[in-house]
């Protein structure tokens, strides 16, 4: 071949391919075979020296010409599909602006946080103030303050999730644990309640599951009684329920309180007559309570002779059951959005 040929077979090579290149990245990959420093034209011009002398001026001057050539002709081409890569970007991406809108979709407060809410402002209206407490608590909070010592049989009452192998640190397995830690803070009068997670490592069933929440009400004065306790108990579940309703209070056992009881309130669905709600007791139990033991007093160093106090600990799932007839507690942390919804108030 002279030089002549190779620099047209050169240039038929190119063109070919080059009508060929359908992306930016086949011209891309183009113009380094043929243009770059290892590409045909550039290795055809670097090969001059070794040409017969007298060849060199034609197939310096038609390669460097080739050269030029293909380098417009690259420069159109990539033009032309750069253009159509924006198009193409554009029509993709293009708005209808006459679209009707996707209505947004609001969050609405989950049940328990509603009757946590509305339970603090009830007792806000009684004086108590709202605290909160840590969910990871100690040992001597959870149980030693509380009257319920170390391999007292007390403490399997609460199915304990431990967080550390020697048992000091626990998952709370009841906001009673805010009394010690309260009262440690303060000097008496004490008028607080306390709402949180609480942990009980319990097999699940429709009334039992491994975290709920309690609301934990505490106040220690000079002169309290067991009838503030009862007085206080009462108001709770008539503005809660309504003012018709009844409490119940018997005899229960808990180490930190003395006397302890449980109470309950006639169920307000079928009027205490017995329905599915209340299965056919005609009684909500609500929780447990008591006048705090003078062992716990004197464990904060308040002086049980001074000073008295009363204790209860709400289970705020189950009076959103009572309340909304909900017969089974798994699904306030099912994540059901169909259930939730139901539970939705206009702000
Ligand atoms: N902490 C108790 C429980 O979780 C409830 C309770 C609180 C009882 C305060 C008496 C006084 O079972």
Known sequence: MTAQETIDYIRTLAMTALDGAGSLEDIVAWERAFLGAKGEVT???RGLASLPADQ??????????????LTAAWEARHAALSAGALDRRLAGDAIDVTLPGRPPIFGASHPVSQMIDELSEIFALLGFQTVFGPEIETAHYNFDVLNIPKDHPARDVWDTFYVDLPG???LRTHTSPMQGRVMEQTEPPVRVVVPGRVYRYEAQDASHEWM???????????TITMA??????????????GSERKTRFRCDFFPFVEPGVDFAVDCAICGGAGCRVCKGTGWLEMGGAGMVHPNVLRAVGYDPDIYSGFA??????RLAMMRSGVDDVRAFAGNDLRFLRQFARAA
Not at 56 to 69: H, S, V
């Open 43 to 45: 290795l055809f011009l």
């Open 56 to 69: 060199r001026p034609i197939a310096g001057r038609g390669g460097n010409a080739l050269k030029t050539e």
């Open 168 to 170: 000091e640190i626990v």
């Open 212 to 222: 709920l929440h309690q609301l934990e009400g505490l106040a220690v004065d000079r």
């Open 228 to 241: 503030d306790l009862k007085g206080t108990l009462a108001e709770m579940a008539r503005q809660l329920f």
């Open 312 to 317: 209860f600990g709400l289970g705020i799932e």
